[in-house]
């Protein structure tokens, strides 16, 4: 195992998953917990775009990965949408998405407006003539443009969270065991013993000894509470029902 990318929707427990994963003796996090910006728009605008990322992300990571020293950690959560692509260009590397009840991923989405600015770029792009961002839309989880101004902000994102686990559920199909969700209220609760059932015994021993740098925190769980209504809870549930209705329930970690 020679890299882990933690991928997924913005907002959704990818930081807090490589804090954990920092425990591990043998894990590299060569940008502290924090992304390259250069590189996190550059994917990102891929996955809104519906392009492949650019070569020099390319050579950044065949730069990264033959320097390491250890098991590299990578957090550009929009490679959620080139797992695939990455899996062919490198060998050895695990895919982890944080699996969060949606209303959570939400309910932090709206704590942190860098998040929401890829409607207004959405907006922006929409009066260019050439590289238009598509509809349907990938990376929004939106069928039409209008929808921008049409839905409130807390169902913006929440078909957001829900294209991009369709996104997991359809690249987890072609990946297989390269492809895992790991449980993000597991972590909370006991990080070892989520990442023991995430990770096969090789890996493991590969990871090296773990120690908890980070103590989390519970209450994490219920803060959604200070962001969402009721309603608006139910309303992000109503949509889930219907939009993944559809799809089969993945087997966390498989």
Known sequence: MKGIFIVGTGRSGTHFTVRLLNGFRNTRDPLGGEENLP???DI???AIHHRQPSASTRDYYARLLAEADGVVLDQHHPNLFFAEH???QFDGLVFLYPQRPAYQVVASMLRHTGVLKWYRYAQEWRQ???NRIPYPNRFLGLDRYSDIRRLPPHLLCAHRVI???HAFDDAKGRMGHA???VDYEALVMDPLAEFTRVFDPSELA???EFEL???PRPSSLTKFHDVLSEAQVADIQALENELLSDTRPDTVGT
Request: glycine share 4%; no cysteine; proline share 0%.
């Open 206 to 208: 590969a990871l090296g």
């Open 163 to 165: 294209a991009h686990r």
């Open 213 to 215: 740098l980070e103590t």
């Open 86 to 88: 990455w899996a062919r």
């Open 128 to 130: 260019r003539s050439i």
């Open 39 to 41: 590189i996190l728009m």
């Open 179 to 181: 492809l895992r969700s």
């Open 44 to 46: 990102a605008k891929a």
